[in-house]
């Protein structure tokens, strides 16, 4: 299942790029999602094409319909790659342990409109739990829609602080 956010902010694409791949924004980012206890930054690789970085966050455990679990806690890890040449910002989510019921993606596709930049996020969601799996992924898929206006004022938060907007 896949859900599609686009808005505009006026700063130009270099430095939107600087805001969304910093450690900041991503930490802040990952307080606003339910369940999260802790989360830490780790750059792995920055070149002037590419820069990759991970989210390594403790949360609380799903329960099978997708609530939370208060009692136990499982580590995440969240993939984010900026590869220059396509202007993209991809990103995975996944159980530190490799094995999952949800598959977690998506994408931003970075457009520069002159003095203003264009961004376009793309989540897929799927849920591999026979029978209930698609009523739980257009749960979370409503969930998340939710969050983008949350997400667009916190990146507007970052890049005003760094004096860009």
């Known amino acids: 299942m896949k859900i599609k956010d ?6 130009a694409l270099e430095d939107l790029v600087k805001v969304l791949t910093s450690e900041a924004y991503n ?3 990952e307080k606003m999602r339910e369940g999260v206890v802790s989360s830490e930054y780790k750059l792995k690789d920055q070149t002037d094409a590419r820069t990759l970085y991970e989210m390594h966050t403790t949360e609380y455990s ?3 319909t997708g ?3 208060k009692n136990d806690h499982t580590h995440t890890i969240l993939t984010h790659t900026y ?3 396509s202007r993209t910002l991809t990103w995975v989510y996944g159980n530190a342990k490799g ?3 949800l598959e977690l993606a998506g994408v931003y596709t970075l457009t520069p409109l002159g003095d203003q930049s264009r961004l376009e996020h793309e989540v897929e ?5 026979p029978l209930i799996g ?3 992924a257009k749960f979370i898929c409503k969930q998340f829609q939710g969050t983008f206006p949350e997400h667009q004022a916190l990146l507007k938060k970052h890049l005003s602080e760094q004096g860009l907007l």
């Open 6 to 11: 686009t808005f505009t902010v006026p700063v």
């Open 27 to 29: 930490l802040d980012s």
């Open 62 to 64: 799903r329960t099978k």
């Open 67 to 69: 609530g939370l679990n």
């Open 83 to 85: 590869t220059a040449a």
């Open 99 to 101: 094995s999952s019921r």
């Open 125 to 129: 969601i799927n849920v591999r739990i």
């Open 134 to 136: 698609g009523k739980i």
